[in-house]
């Protein structure tokens, strides 16, 4: 079947996306990325003036090699503008993917490194359906693509993304890893801390009883959470969310009491109340266990919170047009929608955040950030009829 009259080229989309999973490009290296992207767009006609990239890699914390990728096409038929738009950074054990068909999916020959589907089977619908556009002439609204950057680390691309080049849309429409069916309405906060420890140094056979074991208040205070229900999956009455402790760093010798941990920690919750919650529990669990490890002179150890939100939670209106128009496109291509809500942060998260509301579709993505990271080609090819159809449908 067609979508108003338009089918992708299919052969084509699989050449890109297989091309663009080939690429190295973790987050704050998507240079190769965006200039291939820009080579596809400008061999399609498009002057090089208006394939634009903002500053957003010189605001994060990562200082990239590019910013954020931005093509406005003006529309030659009435329709409220739409973004379509995809991260173009992968998760480091990406780089050295190869990908290769096998059956119905692409997937990496070095079965070391993970496909990079996620998320550049996004970039590729995004670029499919501008590539659609103006080498076939097809009739559109207005449309702007977004390519960003440095999405796995933090959001960090959508966070500083120039908004005044996107020419206000109307619609949005982010392609990121899962089922071609499945639209994202809604997704967690995020929030992340470090949590310094220090205690009193002491010779560990000499005079332990003089030290205070930076080591024992982070395992008691971690233990305390644990046992607590408040590390992992949180589930207090009809309050959800999760934490974890990540990283524990600290010590260096047997024979010293360890005076210095390092950790970093996280908190999620769609409910923000309850985020603030999991990290008052936090903070608690770690003072309480500072104060109850003292040395023979009574001196206790302290502690340090330094912490920010990475991105605030979000829940699209059930009746929102970004998820109307994502809804009847995945009816028009065959499939049932099925409305999700995402534990964990998305370029959307920020876009919603700045006023645009955003709805996320997949694109066939299976078992991404791991080695056995697939990308289901017929998934893919309805996520390119989906692009196509919500670049050029005028009424959406
Ligand atoms: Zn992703």
């Not at 229900?229 to 600290?250: A, D, L, P, Y």
Request: overall charge positive.
């Amino acid at each position: 079947m067609t979508l108003n009259g338009h089918k992708p080229n299919f052969r084509r989309a699989i050449d890109l996306v297989t091309e663009l999973m080939a690429l190295p490009g973790k987050s704050g290296q998507e240079g190769r990325v965006a200039n291939y992207i820009t080579e596809k767009l400008q061999a399609a006609g498009v002057p090089r003036a208006m394939i634009r990239r903002d500053a957003a890699n010189r605001r994060t914390p990562v200082r990239g090699d590019t910013g954020n990728l931005v093509f406005v096409l003006p529309g030659n038929i009435q329709g409220p503008r739409r973004l379509l738009m995809a991260h173009m950074d992968t998760v480091p054990i990406c780089v050295g993917s190869s990908p290769v068909r096998r059956s119905g999916f692409i997937v990496s020959s070095n079965s070391q490194r993970a496909l990079g589907a996620d998320d550049r089977a996004g970039c590729a619908v995004v670029l499919n359906s501008a590539l659609e556009i103006l080498e076939r002439g097809l009739p559109h609204p207005p449309v702007t693509f977004c390519w960003t950057i440095q999405e796995e680390i933090g959001l960090h691309g959508a966070r500083h993304l120039n908004h005044a080049i996107l020419r206000k849309p109307k619609r949005a429409f982010n392609w990121d890893g899962g089922s071609w069916e499945k639209l994202t309405v809604g997704a967690t906060g995020g929030y992340r801390m470090a949590i310094k420890i220090r205690g009193i140094a002491s010779h560990a056979g000499g005079a332990p009883e003089r030290g205070v074991s930076a080591i024992a208040i982070a395992s008691l205070a971690i233990a305390e959470l644990v046992r607590g229900g408040w590390h992992g999956q949180i589930c207090k009455g009809s309050k959800r969310g999760t934490s974890n402790v990540g990283s524990f760093h600290g010590g260096e010798t047997t024979n010293v009491v360890s005076d210095d941990v390092e950790l970093k920690a996280e908190a999620r919750s769609h409910d923000p109340q309850f985020r603030k919650r999991i990290l008052k529990e936090i903070e608690k669990a770690f003072v309480r266990a500072a104060g109850q490890i003292k040395n023979n002179s009574g001196q206790s150890g302290s502690v340090d919170f330094d912490g920010r939100l990475d991105y605030e939670a979000f829940q699209l209106q059930k009746d929102d047009p970004s998820v109307l128009a994502a809804e009847q496109a995945v009816v028009k291509t065959g499939g049932q929608p099925v409305r999700a809500v995402a534990n964990g942060g998305l370029d959307a998260n920020w876009m919603v955040a700045r006023g645009i509301p955003t709805v996320s579709l997949g694109c066939g993505q299976i078992n991404q950030h791991m080695t056995g990271e697939a990308l289901d080609i017929e998934n893919f090819k309805s996520a390119c009829r989906i692009g196509l159809f919500l670049a050029t449908q005028a009424k959406l």
